[in-house]
């Protein structure tokens, strides 16, 4: 009973002195740090309101949409991520909110790979098209297996789902492009 006892004790104490939760108030024009005895890591300014990272920042690869590992949201929207199926490649880079998705599935690993979408809703409806890019608020917003793709422009290729090797360039161009092969 005395080895039980004397265990509960240490948990119980090792809980108190280890587990910490840090609240400070700053005033006006003051500084929180995290630093070591030589190197500031990160600041908070009170007067700006600013957080700076005086280091790099390293961020995991994207897991699925309930982890939220590897995101950056925007308000509760994810606005930067890398997101790949299991299997593929990967290589994507999605930037603007709600640019790309989570449910991109695979069955090769070239299939939902090296894919670009940078504007609001881009390649938001990709399945698992490969090496597509796509430049623009809603540019290839309709894209589910189509590969080879460029779209630069608002609604530039907006209703293409399964088409290939297709350019358009300009707001709206290429915008009545389905399924078909086609350079613009």
Same mark, same amino acid.
């Given at each position: ?16 002195? /280890? ?10 024009? $003051?500084? /929180?740090?995290?630093?070591? @005895? ?34 950056? /949201?925007? $308000? ?8 790949? +199926? +299991?299997?593929?490649?990967?290589? #994507? ?12 599935? @695979?069955? %090769?690993?070239? !299939?939902?790979?090296? #894919?670009?979408?940078?504007? /609001? ?9 490969? !090496?597509?890019? @796509? *430049? ?14 460029? %779209?630069?422009?608002? !609604?530039? *290729? ?7 090797? #297709?350019? %358009?360039?300009? #707001? ?13």
């Amino acid at each position: 009973m005395k080895k039980f006892s004397l265990f509960f004790v240490f948990c119980f104490c090792s809980t108190i002195l /280890f587990g910490q939760n840090i609240t400070n108030t700053l005033g006006s024009n $003051g500084v /929180f740090y995290i630093k070591d @005895a030589t190197t500031d890591f990160l600041t908070l300014t009170q007067s700006t309101k600013e957080v700076n990272i005086l280091n790099g920042l390293r961020l995991e690869l994207t897991g699925n949409s309930t982890s939220g590992t590897g995101v950056i /949201f925007k $308000g509760t929207d994810r606005f930067i991520h890398d997101f790949k +199926p +299991p299997i593929a490649g990967g290589n #994507n880079t999605f930037v603007g909110i709600n640019s790309g998705n989570f449910t991109m599935t @695979a069955d %090769a690993i070239e !299939q939902g790979s090296d #894919n670009t979408g940078l504007g /609001f809703n881009s390649l938001i409806g990709l399945t698992n098209g490969r !090496q597509n890019t @796509a *430049l623009g608020s809603y540019s290839s917003v309709s894209t589910t297996t189509g590969s080879f793709n460029t %779209a630069s422009g608002y !609604q530039s *290729l907006f209703t293409n789902t399964t088409g290939y090797r #297709n350019s %358009a360039f300009g #707001n709206i161009s290429g915008s009545t492009v389905n399924s078909v092969k086609m350079i613009n």
